[in-house]
């Protein structure tokens, strides 16, 4: 059985933080049979992007990542925190924000994976998407992988927790293309080269709502760790109020035998329930949409809440950047929608099809592709190519994490 340790942070100061991931470490099972002395072991944060502040649940607390270097130390490791921020981000610009660099002047490695030598990763055989991702060398010749993510929302695969939070060790370019040929099976491909050894959940403050930036913060003072990946991730999803088939990324790695999803086949440790600690968070698709004109949207009942949540985050990047206005008249279609509810006139001008579930009507449309497609494709094709369009938090054309 699956175990995943759940433990309230008493005190979120630095001390507090480190007793309490030490404890959630142990009751998963400790650090013995996962680190030797001298083994590289890359610790994975989530920074993304830069947040709108420090503990607004849109980045992984310094202090979370700090106590997992510190156990790993004291198992004779070397710890190395390292990331890619999303495509298009300054990562330095995200650990200075996210007071990492002060770890440097303490001694701790905090790598920017940009900024270092490149590698290829060769994805074992029955992978869905990718037979090779670009990386970096660091993650190519890294014994041992942790994933330390925070627990929030997400706009296009509903939560981002443990496993989504590997895709920032994949060089940009692979990224974009995540996005374009499946991010959902591409990240279970990646995972099935890495094979994390644990996670540490940084739940101390997460984040609701239009994630993985711009929700809204939800504090909830625990920390959760786990040598099953999958299993906490379930066990995160459950929290926030979703069932464990809810969430595709949990679904699709349980199907290629990554970990356990049943809720009933995991052991949760520590100090409290699963039901004692829920709380419903608000999800990316409830978003309301405000001070925007007329157009129609047409969610086939089988669209996927990837395409639901990523239609809305479009809308909102519109709104942004005053393009509103745009969507006038427009027609969005998002699920394997029947040709024949199509409105009268349906073309690439005036209607917009998106995801790979729409593909079927190509030619009725302009046709954006992607399992779930980035915002940004779908921004582009609601104002069209002559438009200049900006991502939100990003320097150049990307794909969020």
């Known amino acids: 059985m699956s175990v995943v340790s759940l433990v309230k942070v008493s005190q979120e100061d630095e001390q507090g933080i480190f007793e309490s991931v030490r404890r959630a470490v142990e009751l998963a099972g400790g650090l013995e049979d996962i680190v030797k002395p001298g083994d590289l072991v890359l610790i994975k944060p989530n920074l993304v992007a830069v947040p709108s502040g420090r503990l607004t649940g849109a980045i992984t607390r310094w202090e979370v990542c700090k106590a997992v270097a510190d156990l790993v130390k004291e198992r004779g490791g070397r710890p190395v925190i390292a990331e890619s921020s999303a495509a298009g981000v300054d990562t330095e610009k995200v650990i200075e924000a996210g007071e990492y660099a002060q770890l440097r002047d303490r001694g701790y490695e905090v790598v920017d994976l940009k900024r270092t030598a490149p590698a290829t990763l060769d994805i074992p055989e029955g992978h869905k998407v990718f037979a090779e991702m670009g990386s970096w060398e660091l993650v190519a010749k890294a014994d041992v992988v942790i994933s330390c993510p ?159 949540n990523t239609v809305i985050s479009a809308i909102m990047d519109l709104k942004s950047q005053n393009l509103e206005g745009s969507l006038e008249g427009k027609v969005i279609v998002a699920g394997p929608l029947d040709e024949k509810l199509l409105p009268p006139g349906a073309n690439e001008k005036n209607t917009i099809l998106v995801g790979v579930c729409t593909r079927h009507l190509e030619g009725r449309g302009d046709y954006v592709k992607g399992c779930p497609p980035n915002n940004i494709f779908i921004v582009r094709a609601v104002v069209g190519e002559e438009q200049k369009v900006e991502r939100r938090y990003a320097t150049e054309d990307g794909a969020d994490r």
């Not at 996005?179 to 491909?189: I, S």
């Not at 969430?247 to 970990?259: D, F, N, P, W, Y």
């Not at 925007?292 to 809440?305: K, N």
């Open 150 to 308: 925070v627990m929030k929302t997400h706009d296009q695969t509903e939560i981002t927790v443990s496993m989504k939070n590997l895709k920032g060790l994949i060089s940009d370019p692979t990224k974009k293309a995540f996005h374009k040929e499946g991010v959902l099976e591409g990240v279970v491909d990646l995972l099935t080269y890495l094979k994390p050894r644990l996670t540490v959940v940084d739940a101390t403050v997460c984040q609701e709502g239009l994630g993985p930036i711009f929700g809204t913060p939800v504090h909830m003072g625990l920390i959760l760790a786990s040598k099953d990946l999958v299993a906490a991730d379930a066990v995160c999803g459950r929290i926030m109020g979703y069932a464990p088939d809810d969430v595709m990324i949990t679904v699709r790695a349980h199907a290629r035998g990554l970990g356990e999803k049943n809720l009933d086949k995991i052991e949760v440790r520590g100090d409290a329930t699963i039901a004692q600690v829920e709380r419903r968070f608000k999800r990316a698709c409830e978003t309301v949409l405000e001070g925007v004109p007329p157009f129609e949207l047409l969610m086939d009942e089988g669209a996927c809440t990837g395409c639901r």
